[in-house]
């Protein structure tokens, strides 16, 4: 699901990407610009949730190994798996249709290499401080809850790592967690501090 999350983040701004450089088309129509904002957004926040469900999957696979094949049915992967799809794609559904009502008359340059959010949102002639809310509520209740779920299943990982008898054991359990983490630490830390920065500087700018 990562795997496949990750591309479908690549194609949402592939096609705009090859447009720049092979039909030297710098524009991007306000609709479409909308679409790859929503998918952009979206996959970032599924992405958040499948880190989530693999922390839990870690947790099992290491505080109670002799039950993981009993807890983490194929059921109820799908189960899961289908839930985070669909919070990601309800709770950035607002994005797209509260960016879609502003009068748009300051610039058509966006400061970002995508349509990201907050990039569009602040060429809006209008007070676009419900973007900003929103934005920071999705960042702080939704991000924000999914980092310290992720921070108290590593801590009792942790707890249980160090509690093993021999060094051998520890590098190994640690093994088994240890490209989890990895991925969080490179993706998921900056993009908040980017998207919590984003937030409050348009907000700051509306106020």
Known sequence: MLAVADLVLCMSTL?????????????????ACLTQMYFV??????????FVAM?????VAICDPLRHSIILTNPVVAKIGLAV????????????????QWPYCRT???????CGHMGVVKLACADTSVNSYYGLFVLFCVLGLDAIFIAMTYVQILRVIFSLPTNDA??????TCGSHLFVIL??????????????LFLLAGGL
């Open 15 to 31: 096609p705009k990407m090859l447009m720049i450089f092979w039909l030297k088309s710098r524009e991007i129509d306000f609709s």
């Open 41 to 50: 957004h979206c996959v970032s926040v599924i992405e958040s949730g499948i």
């Open 55 to 59: 922390g839990f999957d870690r947790y």
């Open 85 to 100: 799809v669909l919070r990601g794609s309800i709770v950035i559904l607002p994005y797209p249709l509260l960016a879609r």
């Open 108 to 114: 058509n340059v966006i400061p970002q290499s995508y």
């Open 170 to 175: 520890r590098f190994k359990a640690f093994g």
């Open 186 to 199: 490179a993706l998921y830390i900056p993009g908040l501090i980017f998207s919590l920065i984003s937030s």
